[in-house]
């Protein structure tokens, strides 16, 4: 399929370049020259602009930083520029709202669209291996599924348009609180005067499991290589699990749901990034307790 792919940072850049692993023709465009440069030499066309990319577009994948810039991008050079036949997957992690509000725009144009935001981070985009959490018609998922599978190794359809952003902010949700436990647990443990690796050893066979704990585990040299052995350096950095947060606080917000254990995560989160640790690895907050 002919494919234009907006947004080639971290994440679209490898993922742009799965598509083209599997055959398709890709027309990317970013704002940056280096990302432009990197998407060349994986295999992708490249342009000057969104408009010219969607020109005879089958398809539009888009990896942008928020919400803003995809209403922006989608609304001034997506619809109405790529052919109406075009399937629209929006794949960055944005508001609830905002995504449904350009899915509208797009159906009232006569496009059919889905968000598809992603779980797992830069490793699994250059992978392939990324989880897609789908919101859209099933018409458009049907169309959707196939050129999602060539970039991850599941695609799930989680309801109507706008359920793939909810879906991932819930689930982004756990993954902040349950970290800030876990973290919290091994310090206590420590103080208590348990060995970590003897904790770990019966808490991940007991119900303070969690995969915070078994397959991302905060404290270097216990539980499987995770960025902790790193210093903490790459991974998931603590700012997206902090923007993440902000959209899990605003949905909730929206519908008058109550998350405690969200917000305190957001205010811990926001505190680590603020005192310079932006760049760290979530689980890095373990050093702040
Ligand atoms: P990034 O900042 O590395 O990449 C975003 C790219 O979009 C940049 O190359 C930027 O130049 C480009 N861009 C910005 N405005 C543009 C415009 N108007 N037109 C064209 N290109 C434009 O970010 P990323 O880490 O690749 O994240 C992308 C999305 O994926 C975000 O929504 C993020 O929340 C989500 N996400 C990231 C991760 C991760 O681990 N990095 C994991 C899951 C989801």
């Not at 970013?30 to 990302?35: I, K, N």
């Not at 000057?48 to 888009?62: D, F, I, N």
């Not at 970290?179 to 066979?205: P, R």
């Not at 700012?239 to 917000?253: G, N, S, V």
Request: hydrophobic fraction near 45%.
């Amino acid at each position: 399929m002919k494919i234009a792919f907006i947004g080639l940072g971290n994440m679209g850049g490898g993922m742009a370049a799965n598509l083209v692993k599997a055959g398709h023709e890709v027309h990317a465009f970013d704002l940056s020259g280096e990302a432009l440069a990197r998407a060349t030499d994986n295999g992708c066309a490249t342009y000057t602009s969104v408009r010219e990319s969607v020109q005879g577009a089958e398809a539009v994948v888009s990896m942008l930083p928020n919400g803003k810039i995809v209403e922006s991008v989608y609304g001034a050079d997506v619809i109405g520029q790529a052919p109406a036949s075009a399937l629209l997957l929006d794949c960055s992690t944005i508001d609830v709202d905002t995504a449904r509000k350009v899915e509208d725009a797009a159906r009232a144009a006569g496009y059919k669209m889905v968000d598809a935001p992603v779980s797992g981070g830069i490793a699994a985009a250059n992978g392939g291996t990324l989880t897609f959490m789908v919101g859209g018609s099933d018409a458009a998922f049907a169309r959707a599924e196939p050129i999602l599978a060539a970039m991850g190794k599941a695609v799930i359809h989680a309801g109507a348009s706008g359920t793939g952003q909810a879906a991932k902010i819930c689930n982004n949700m756990i993954l902040g609180a349950t970290m800030i436990a876990t973290c919290e647990a091994f310090a206590l443990a420590e103080k208590l005067g348990l060995d970590l690796q003897t904790f770990y050893d019966i808490s991940s066979k007991a119900s303070g499991q969690s995969w915070s704990m078994t397959a991302y585990c905060p404290v270097p040299g216990v539980g499987p290589q995770s960025p902790a052995d790193n210093d903490y350096q790459g991974g998931f950095a603590a700012a997206l699990m902090l923007k993440d947060l902000k959209l899990a606080m605003e949905a909730a917000h929206s519908v008058g749901a109550k998350t405690p254990m969200g917000a305190r995560a957001e205010e811990l989160y926001a505190a680590f990034a603020a005192a310079g640790n932006g760049g760290t690895d979530f689980s890095g907050i373990i050093k702040s307790l």
